[in-house]
């Protein structure tokens, strides 16, 4: 650290509890302070006060209240809600209800959540670009985008009347969709830092943040799947298999009464799509609203308030050389991948390939409900031991019982599977969005100068985690496309089945490990967490003292 401005102990406010001072002569001769706490320097002498002023105490300092907690997570619900129902079911949706062909159907998912990750780069070079405003630099970008998230999102789950240029109707309105909710998202997530510098209260924040996105999560599959479930049911197969079958006795009569119900049943199940994206959009809407209403965004303290933000070009150059930043994204690119992977092929995987499909949505729910309940735990968990650790142990619990969902099918294993799946569903949440903000920390220690640069952390994180799952989503969806998939079929040819157990067992196994071999890497522990604490909190003391003489 830098040599410090000397803070005199008379007129000292009660908030700087604590400044670095020497120590003894070796100590000095190494370059480090000892931190002596203010009952501590009541017993000690000190030279004559330079300055008299008081230095006021910002209001970053201040601890946030469980309201400000509450709105500031009930903002980050309704993008989990939208994005659960789009990770579970539009894939099959897009195959049994809309029809488009599984090859058209994996370019509608990668080619979208390509688009996505690529605006995420690009949303955060216009927030770095924008102005402070009575609302704050962040807030407006979510205000804003809300309605037209919502019209893109209900126009997603809906089938236009023509079937030729349905597979341009989807791609479009999904890259649309993709593109909005990058515009809410990575400001929400950049937030985070300006809601408080104290890393406990960040923490605190984020998991108040993540139980609420889990709880989102939950909502969306409960709507979805509860609304949606009488789409997938076996009383469409009957329908769909006599219309497929051979005529032999039956007479025609029959034969267009079966056609002309299962077309009432498909319209049906088209009508049950648009009134859970309905409610869920209206959800949209409420949260946006609540979190305007409860959360005020503070500016940066760090840097000089006539500093100016570096160009886009620099700072993302900066970001892409911190070596913790490449780490830790790289450990959860493969990790998001995992449970994209499962999240995104599980609804056919239960009800193709383990004749589960009467009770897949609440298996969905009983995965997500654990999930939930669990969040505390690695709160906890990550406090006491350290976030590294709860990474490892978090995210390792899936892998087993993945394999076991897959060699033993049957219904009392899919609930075990599920409850012990949501344990790590929880904690690939909660970590990599409580590990950032201390790469970020760590960023601007080795870059004092640097001003305005979250956004291009956060952008980056979602670009490179979207990127990936846009891939292996594409990816997934033409493996089974080589493997026979047959759209709207009741049932599916072996190689589909067995294609369904490798996406949902050995590939996020593979995955998972690739990205915990990763992590071992990963540079900051608990006591660079701490020393990059109190240097943090000395900078900030430095500035004001700077301020004030």
């Known amino acids: 650290m830098e040599a410090d401005t000397a803070v005199p102990n008379s007129d000292k406010p009660k908030s700087l ?146 079937s030729n240029g349905r597979f341009i109707w989807y791609l479009g309105f999904y890259c649309f969709y993709q593109t909005l909710i990058t515009c809410f998202h990575v400001p929400y997530s950049a937030l985070t830092m300006f809601l408080c510098t104290d890393q406990q209260e960040r923490d605190s924040a984020t998991a108040y943040r993540m139980t609420m996105e889990v709880l989102g999560t939950l909502v969306g599959a409960a709507i979805q799947g509860q609304i949606v479930a009488s789409a997938h049911t076996l009383k469409h197969c009957s329908h769909r298999n006599l219309s497929a079958g051979h005529l032999g006795n039956s007479s025609g009569t029959k034969i267009i009464r079966s056609l002309a119900l299962s077309h009432d049943l498909l319209s049906d199940a088209k009508e049950v799509y648009m009134i859970a994206a309905g409610v869920i959009g209206g959800l949209f809407l409420v949260c946006t609203v609540v979190m305007f209403l409860g959360v005020k965004e503070r500016d940066d303290p760090y840097a000089p308030k006539t500093g100016k933000a570096i160009p886009f070009h620099k700072g993302f150059i900066l970001v892409m050389k911190h070596g913790s930043y490449l780490t830790l994204t790289a450990a959860f690119l493969f990790i998001s991948v995992a449970i994209q992977l499962i999240q995104s092929n599980f609804v056919l995987f239960c009800t193709y390939a383990v004749d589960l499909r009467e009770h897949f949505q609440n298996i969905v729910l009983t995965i997500l409900m654990s999930a939930a309940v669990s969040i505390p735990f690695w709160q906890w968990f990550l406090e006491k031991f350290g976030k590294k650790t709860a990474a490892f142990c978090g995210i390792m619990w899936i892998m087993p019982f993945t394999v076991m969902l897959v060699f033993i099918p049957n219904l009392i294993v899919a609930y075990v599977v599920a409850v012990s799946s949501g344990l790590s569903v929880a904690a690939s949440l909660l970590l990599p969005w409580s590990m950032l903000p201390d790469v970020l920390d760590d960023f601007r220690l080795a870059n004092r100068n640097s001003k305005g640069l979250e956004a291009i952390f956060y952008s980056l994180y979602a670009f490179f985690t979207k990127f990936a799952a846009g891939i292996s989503l594409g990816v997934s969806t033409l493996c089974l496309q080589f493997a026979g998939y047959d759209t709207g079929a009741c049932r599916q040819p072996p190689p589909v089945v067995y294609t369904l157990k490798l996406l949902i067992g050995a590939a996020p196994v593979a995955c998972i490990t690739t990205g915990l071999m990763i992590l071992v890497v990963y540079p900051i522990s608990e006591d660079v967490r701490l020393r990059n604490k109190l240097a943090l909190a000395e900078l900030r003391n430095q500035s004001m003292t700077s301020e004030w003489i």
């Open 17 to 162: 509890s604590a400044v670095s001072v020497p120590c003894t002569p070796g100590d000095m001769a190494k370059g480090e302070k000892a931190l002596v706490t203010s009952g501590d320097k009541l017993m000690m002498k000190h030279p004559d006060p330079a300055f008299t002023k008081v230095l006021p105490q910002t209001h970053l300092d201040q601890k946030l209240s469980v309201c400000s907690k509450l709105c500031f997570a009930i903002g980050g619900a309704p993008s989990q809600v939208a994005g659960s129902a789009t990770a579970f079911f539009l894939q099959i949706y897009l195959l049994d209800i809309a029809q488009i062909n599984p090859f058209q159907a994996s370019m509608v998912l990668f080619i979208g959540k390509a688009w996505g990750a690529f605006t995420d780069p690009i949303v955060g070079f216009f927030i770095t670009k924008s102005k402070w405003t009575k609302i704050g630099r962040l807030m407006p970008w979510m205000v804003g985008c809300t309605p037209f998230t919502v019209i893109s999102y209900f126009y997603l789950w809906f089938v236009p009347p023509f």
